[in-house]
C-alpha cells in the first residue's frame, strides 16, 4: 500500500475537525445551520467544479450518466446530512465526543458492509478481532463522553 493514500486519509481526518468548527462557527454568524450547511455544499461544489475543469478531467456521457441506478444520486444527499449534522451537534457535545460517535458509526456500518461486500466494498468477513476493535473504540467513546 502507498503511504501516500495514507497521509491523504490522515489530512482528511485532520481537516475534518477544522471543516466541523468553521460550518458551526458560519452557522452562529448567520444564525442558521442549514443555510450554512447549504454555503458550505455550495463552496465546495464550486471548489470540485473549478478543480475538475482545470485538472481536464473527462466527463461521462449524458447517456452513461442517465443509466446509472437511483442510489447513486443519494451520496451527496448523504453528505449534507453529515454537514448539517455536524454543524447542529459538534456546537452541543464538542468536537472529539462528535467525531468518536460519527466514527463509530461508520466502523458499525462499514463491517456489516464489508461482511457482505455491499456497495462494491471488497468482501472481508466479520470476525473476533475487527469486532473487537469497534467495541473498544465504543468504549472509547463512551470515555469521551464521560470525562
Given at each position: 500500500m502507498s503511504y501516500g493514500y495514507l497521509v491523504l486519509a490522515l489530512v482528511g481526518g485532520v481537516?475534518?475537525?477544522l471543516q466541523v468548527?468553521?460550518?458551526?462557527?458560519?452557522?452562529?454568524?448567520?444564525d442558521g445551520s442549514l443555510i450554512a450547511a447549504l454555503i458550505s455544499f455550495s463552496v465546495g461544489a464550486a471548489s470540485l467544479f473549478i478543480y475538475s475543469l482545470a485538472?481536464?478531467?473527462?466527463?461521462?456521457?449524458g447517456?452513461?450518466?442517465?443509466?446509472?441506478?437511483?442510489?447513486?444520486?443519494?451520496?451527496?444527499?448523504?453528505g449534507?446530512?453529515?454537514?448539517?449534522?455536524?454543524?447542529?451537534?459538534?456546537?452541543?457535545?464538542?468536537?472529539?465526543?462528535?467525531?468518536?460517535?460519527?466514527?463509530?458509526g461508520q466502523l458499525g456500518a462499514s463491517i456489516v458492509f464489508d461482511h457482505f461486500g455491499w456497495l462494491g466494498f471488497p468482501v472481508r468477513e466479520i470476525s473476533l478481532g475487527r469486532v473487537g476493535g469497534v467495541v473498544l473504540l465504543a468504549a472509547g467513546v463512551y470515555l469521551v463522553q464521560k470525562f
Open positions: 481537516l475534518i475537525p468548527g468553521i460550518n458551526s462557527d458560519l452557522a452562529r454568524r448567520i485538472s481536464r478531467v473527462s466527463w461521462p456521457s447517456s452513461t450518466v442517465s443509466q446509472l441506478p437511483w442510489w447513486m444520486w443519494t451520496g451527496g444527499m448523504l449534507a446530512y453529515i454537514v448539517w449534522v455536524s454543524i447542529v451537534v459538534g456546537p452541543r457535545i464538542g468536537g472529539l465526543a462528535l467525531l468518536a460517535l460519527i466514527i463509530s
